[in-house]
C-alpha cells in the first residue's frame, strides 16, 4: 500500500490540532502501522511537546528542506512506540521557509519508508496551512462544537476542495473527515455548545469520531504523551474509535449523551 | 485600475434591417406594432443592419434614420455589417459599432412575413460566448406571424453541485445561478438572473447583479445573512425572524426587497 499522507487542520487555533495529530499518529502506530507525525507550526514548535520528545531535538523538518540535515537525522523515534517517529519543526525560522517543492520532496522520501505520514497544520488558512494541506490525502478537520469553529472549518474545506494538490491536478478529490473535539455532553445538554448533528449538517462531512471534552487530555499534553496511551481515558478511547474508522472499521459513537433540541435552533428560533 | 473602469455588461438590442427604412410600409407597420406595447418600445435603442445595404454612405442619411426612429421613440444607437466607408460615416454620425452577430450569417426571411422590424440579438461588450440572458421581447410574442426561431442557442443556467463553503465566491456572469447544496455562512454566490438554492441558504445571496430588478431569489431555506437584488439588500438583522428556515421567494416590488414564503 502506498504510503497516505494525512492533514489534521481546522482553520482555528486552539481546537485541538496538535493533541489529534499526536494522538492519532500515536493510535496508528499502535495498530502497526509505521507513522511520521510532522510539525508544520514552523516558529511555534509544539508537537514535540505534546509527544514528549523536545529534549531530543536537534535537527529539524527546515534543516532538511534546506539540504542542512539528512531525514533520518532530524527524525526522533518514539521511546514508547517502535512504529511512531516524530518529524520536528523550527522554533527560529517561520512559515516562509516551507517551500512547496522542498516539503515535496522530504514527503516522497518519506513515502518509501513509512505507511502513515500525518500533517499537524498551523492555525490560518495563510501559507504555512495551505502548504500542510497541499499534499495532503486524507484531511481530517479537526472541529469544536462552537460556531466559529465551524464556519473556520467549513472556509478550510472549501480550500481542501479547490487549492489542494488533487484539486488543481484534477485528481480524485481529498477524502474529509470530521473529528469534533472538546465535546461537552453536559453543555450540549444545557444548549450552549453545537450538537454533534448541527456540526454535521453545516459542514456535511462523514463524521470520524467524537472526543469528549476530558482532563485526561489535558493530563496527557503536560506529561508529552500522547492520549491514547492512556488507554483508559474516554478521550484516548474515543481517539483510538476514530483510528479505527479511519482504517475502515466501522466502530459505535461513545461518550455522547442523547441530545435534545439543537443550539443553532434555538438560537435561529429567536428573534 | 483598469479592470474596474471597465466593465463588462450584455445587453438585448433591437436590430433593424437597413433597407426596411426605405420600404414605404415599413413606417406604418412600425407605428402599429409600438402601439401594441408602447412602454417596452419607448426610448428603446436599436442597432441598424447594414449588410445588403448599398446606401447609407453619408453621416446625414444616418442622421435622416435617427429621425425616423426617433419618431417611433427608438433611438438609434449604433450599426453593425457596415462596409468601411459605411462604418466612417456611421461613426461621423455618432453610432456605435456593434460588432456581427456570433451566429454567423442571418437567415432571409420571406418577403411574405410581416414581422421583420425587430428581433432580438445580443450585443455584447463582453467576450461573444457569454451571450445574453435575452427575454423575447412581447412584441415578438404579439406578432401575427410566424414566430421567429430563435437563432442562438439557450443561456444555460450555472448549476453548482458542491456545497458552497465559507469564504467561497460564485458569480453566474450573464445568467442564472442554480445551487443544489448548501450555501455556508460566509460563503457569497452572485448572479447577473436569478438565484435558486436547494440546499439550506445561509450565506449571501445576490441576484440581479448588473442591475435587472426582475430577478429573483428563490431558497428552499432561508437563513441568509444578506439578500440583495439589484443592488437593494437586507441584513438578516433586517429580515425577519418569523422567516428563518422556510422556502421563500425574494423580488423586487416597488424598489422594495420582498420576501415571501412558498
Redesign the interface.
Known amino acids: 500500500m502506498p504510503a497516505k499522507i494525512i492533514v489534521l487542520t481546522s482553520g482555528k487555533g486552539g481546537v485541538g490540532k496538535t493533541t489529534s495529530a499526536a494522538a492519532v499518529a500515536a493510535g496508528l502506530a499502535m495498530r502497526g502501522h509505521k507513522t511520521v507525525v510532522i510539525d508544520f507550526d514552523v516558529g511555534l514548535r509544539n508537537l514535540d511537546l505534546i509527544m514528549g520528545c523536545e529534549r531530543r531535538v536537534v535537527f529539524d523538518f527546515i534543516n532538511v528542506i534546506n539540504g542542512d540535515a539528512k531525514l533520518n537525522q532530524a527524525l526522533i523515534r518514539d521511546k514508547r512506540n517502535d512504529n511512531l517517529y516524530i518529524f520536528p519543526t523550527s522554533q527560529t525560522r517561520d512559515k516562509d521557509a516551507l517551500k512547496r517543492d522542498g516539503v515535496e520532496r522530504v514527503l516522497d522520501e518519506l513515502k518509501d519508508s513509512f505507511d502513515y505520514i500525518i500533517c499537524d497544520s498551523p492555525a490560518g488558512?495563510e501559507h504555512g496551512a495551505i502548504t500542510a494541506l497541499y499534499f495532503a490525502d486524507v484531511a481530517v478537520i479537526v472541529t469544536n462544537p462552537e460556531v466559529s469553529s465551524v464556519?473556520?472549518s467549513?472556509?478550510i474545506?472549501?480550500?481542501l476542495?479547490?487549492k489542494s494538490r488533487r484539486a488543481e491536478h484534477n485528481l480524485d478529490p481529498v477524502e474529509i473527515h470530521l473529528l469534533l473535539t472538546r465535546y461537552s455532553p453536559d453543555r450540549v445538554e444545557k444548549g450552549e455548545m453545537l450538537t454533534i448533528d448541527d456540526v454535521k449538517e453545516?459542514l456535511?462531512i462523514p463524521l470520524l469520531g467524537v472526543v469528549p471534552e476530558s482532563e485526561s487530555v489535558l493530563r496527557a499534553s503536560n506529561t508529552g504523551t500522547p492520549v491514547v496511551f492512556d488507554e483508559g481515558s474516554p478521550a484516548g478511547q474515543a481517539y483510538l474509535d476514530a483510528v479505527a474508522r479511519l482504517l475502515g472499521e466501522p466502530r459505535e459513537l461513545r461518550f455522547l449523551r442523547p441530545e435534545r433540541r439543537g443550539f443553532f435552533r434555538s438560537l435561529?428560533g429567536?428573534? | 485600475m483598469a479592470a474596474s473602469l471597465v466593465q463588462g455588461a450584455v445587453f438585448t438590442v433591437m436590430v433593424v434591417r437597413a433597407g426596411m427604412l426605405r420600404d414605404a410600409a415599413f413606417e406604418a407597420e412600425l407605428a402599429e406594432q409600438i402601439s401594441r406595447s408602447p412602454r417596452f418600445f419607448l426610448n428603446a435603442p436599436v442597432v441598424l443592419d447594414l449588410r445588403n445595404a448599398q446606401a447609407f454612405a453619408s453621416a446625414a442619411e444616418f442622421a435622416e434614420a435617427r429621425e425616423l426612429l426617433r419618431r417611433h421613440t427608438l433611438m438609434l444607437v449604433g450599426i453593425q455589417n457596415a462596409l468601411p466607408a459605411q462604418a466612417e460615416a456611421a461613426a461621423a454620425a455618432g453610432l456605435a459599432a456593434f460588432a456581427p452577430n456570433s451566429t454567423g450569417p442571418r437567415r432571409v426571411r420571406p418577403a411574405a412575413e410581416p414581422m421583420a422590424v425587430t428581433e432580438p440579438t445580443a450585443v455584447s461588450a463582453a467576450p461573444p460566448q457569454t451571450a445574453a440572458p435575452a427575454p423575447a421581447p412581447p412584441a415578438a410574442q404579439s406578432a401575427s406571424g410566424p414566430q421567429p426561431a430563435l437563432d442562438r442557442a439557450p443561456v444555460k443556467a450555472r448549476l453548482i453541485s458542491?456545497?458552497?463553503?465559507?469564504?467561497?465566491q460564485i458569480y453566474a456572469r450573464g445568467t442564472d445561478l442554480v445551487v443544489t447544496?448548501?450555501v455556508?455562512?460566509?460563503?457569497e454566490i452572485v448572479a447577473d438572473g436569478n438565484i435558486h438554492v436547494y440546499g439550506p441558504l445561509?450565506g449571501r445571496a445576490l441576484a440581479g447583479a448588473a442591475g435587472d430588478t426582475e430577478a429573483r431569489i428563490f431558497c428552499r431555506r432561508f437563513?441568509a445573512e444578506l439578500v440583495a437584488i439589484a443592488g437593494r439588500y437586507l441584513v438578516s438583522e433586517q429580515m425577519p425572524?418569523q422567516q428563518?428556515?422556510l422556502a421563500v421567494e425574494i423580488a423586487l416590488v416597488d424598489d422594495r426587497l420582498t420576501i415571501t414564503p412558498n
Do not use: H, K, L, N
Open positions: 488558512i464556519r473556520d467549513d472556509r474545506i472549501g480550500i476542495a479547490s453545516i456535511s435561529f429567536r428573534a | 458542491q456545497p458552497v463553503r465559507s469564504g467561497t447544496a448548501a455556508s455562512a460566509g460563503a445561509r437563513e425572524p428563518r428556515g
